[in-house]
């Protein structure tokens, strides 16, 4: 009540917040009434009396005739900027918290204290509801309530120990940047901002889960990015109704065009300046918090196949690469199928030496060739998955399992013949060379397909196969983007930077259909020779 | 609406079925398959006499040393039809024959001079056959017994005759590669009768058939080509020997490479190797009578120099060896023109489709009557370039400074 007083000379309110009329308790029960201990009763009912909320109470003023109370998280907010943001400055405007000599306590300004603390604090927050005040508080924030006031003030002191940024572990580089975005949504969108140093970098945050609260923002470069898209994501991301949000792979499958395909419609990465990149071609990143790995859209088939190195080596080497890669997907796609048509309807079209061996090595396996490959090949699906979980030290283990019992024992025992080893090894190699894993496991599974028609219709099927999965690609877009562009519909300038990868001076166009507004990249000249 | 799309529906529907009852019609795994590698036909009391050489890959890429089963197996059947005795075949074989990778087919002499294109139909019309296989004559034996032949080396027969009438027919150049398609054209052609290689068995078959042919190192018996058969349309009528093998195919223009050699002055003789040849036969009207210009380019090294006092330094030595080629050469073309004219009366050498190109008016009038009436009385200009471009690693041969 004392510090009612004191708030009132301030002229700081001119609501009284003893008297709330009946009429506002009914439009807000979630408002914060002014009795410090009422609320502080609500707020522990509301938690359960978690044992990680830190509720403390303190007499302040002359009389310690003022109430004031600071709640956090514990392990979510950080102690140190608790006591010299919050604590100290509440010493420093009061006399003494503590009030062991109340000679030296002295009587205070509310507002005085609010605002110091304001000053003292880089994020300050007024809180009126109960919602608020929860979301704020199991984010890390602190809060700060006194008693007659029908508000309170979240304090930023978020600060709770995280991995850090560390070294990628998905997409790795010979050259180029190590970093790779972690959990923390401010560490993640700091890393993209210290790249683009741009004004027109824009950012838009919101939480999405009812339960979670989970924090999730949009970034794009103004100017660039295509509004229409900016403004389907933010209807995309709006039409979200769903409890939690653990990972951005809950944002993808909500938010991508088309759920019934194997390939992905929306890119993700875990490295800044893949972001970086794609925000300059005029792309949308999607960032949430708790997860390093942040989306991509629209995303492009052949984003997938482009390597975050491809930019930093040079032009040739790059192009190179990214034959061998493109080379390498149709390998994982069809060694298998073809294996089986050549050798199970088109034996016409090998080598006869080459028919020789292989006929050899087939003369006592029970099996047909495509009952053989899908043996294999399932094998080494388990292979790799039961690698994938497995802890590091116990890896090893399973590639000694699955070279000498696979590899060898099958083929010994008569089972395997040695020619599909060669084919599934080759195959298993080449999918990784995708840089994309959720790529790269789309092709596997359509592995299999192919492989049934090999097997029933010879290189007809295969076709018939490839056909239908063209057609299909063809009819994916992704927020309405093509998702085969720049090759169907044919875009000439895009061939630039799709299987080859021209000197970047030749790049001076951004994709065209991704973003319609500032389409030149830049202007300039090939490096030019020395004179002398 | 609707009911366009269940109409629709229903379509789709049925042809997945039909695609999928149709089951895998054409499927057959590796090892189902009798891979025949070499075929003959023997004309055997007027009937045809098909052998199948059929290669056991197991055998064939075994590494667990020598095995005691033969590379390959062979089957023969006799039938009216080459056709109903390859089925017969299957009486015997545990496997179906898959034609597909044939490497040679061989007649034996009794067929060809009964006529081969009755044979050929069957291998130019089955779409099980993949026409880059060879064709050659057995010359004193059949083509059974020459399918027989063990074999070193290439552990499959019809491998070993594959290879190696590849090879002699690049750097030997008296025996011929003929596939399947040049020799029809051969046949229906009238400006020029075909010729195929022929091939012999040396040494004593008896052992040649038995596994002791491979076991040592001295094979006893060989398969050998010699000499080409000369053909008029489809039946042989006679053959050439090796030097007119090699004259023949001097005057085809198809020589890639081949050794000749001169004499020295001095005893000895300077070996030639022919690294480069070039033919051009142009046809003229001289008194509305055909004559024909055969223009042949060589180019070679010195292979070797078995003779002393020559040297290889001097231009003029080099001239003088050119000109004794050329002599030489000119006299092999125009032995072997003058011996096909005189003993076989076919136009083996295209001299005919020559003249057609160069006059194409008025070989219409003589085509008729080219074999029998113009080309045993065709003149010929022979003309030979011989270049030599090299000596070799040395320039005088060490022979000069032989003391004797």
Redesign the interface.
Known sequence: MVCMRNRRSTNHSSQNNTNDTPQAEAKNSDALKGSLKESLDHIQASLGHSTDIVIREISIGAEKECQIAILYTDGLADPKMISDNIMMVIADVTGSPIGENPEQSRSFDSHALWEQIAAFNQEIQTIHDYPELFHSLLSGDTILLMDGLDQGMAAGTRGWKDRGVTETSAENVVRGPREAFSESLRTNTALIRRKIKDPNLWMETKQIGRITQTDVAIMYINGIVNDKIVEEVRARLQRIDVDSILESGYIEEFIQDKTLTPFPTVYNTERPDVVAAELLEGKIAIIVDGTPFVLIVPALFVSFLHAAEDYYQRADISSFLRILRYLSISISLLGPSLYIAV???H??MLP?QL???????????PF??FVEAVFMEVTFEILREAGVRLPKNIGSAISIVGTLVIGQAAVEAGIISPAMVIVVSITAISSFVVPSFNMSIAFRMLRFPLMALA????LYGIFVGIIALMLHLCSLRSFGVPYLSPFAPLIPEGQKDTILRLPHWLLTKRPRLVNQNDMTRKISSPPRKSRE | MNRRKKILAMILLQTVIALLLSSCWNRRELNELAIAVGAGVDWVDNQYRLSVQVAIPGQVTSKRGASTQAPATLYTAEGDTIFEAARRMTQISPRKIYFSHLRIFLMDEAMAREGVAKVLDLLARDHEFRPDFYLAITKGTTAEEALKIMTPMETIPANKLFNSLQISDKSWSSSMVVTLDELINGITSTGKHPVLTGLMVTGDKKIGEDKKNVEDIYTPSQLQYSGLAVFKFDKLIGWLNEKDSRGYRLIRGDVKSSVGYVSCRNKGKVVLETLRTDTKLKGRLVDSRPELDIKVSLEGNIGSVECSGLDLTEPSTIRQLEVDMEEKVTKILEDVIDKVQTEHKVDIFGFGEAFHRSHPKTWKRIEQEWDDRYFTSLVTHVSVDYKIRGTGTTNDSFLNDLKE
């Open positions: 050798t199970t309807f034996q016409e006869t028919l020789f061996g292989l006929a050899g090595q087939r003369e006592q396996i047909p060739a097997a029933s219709f010879g």
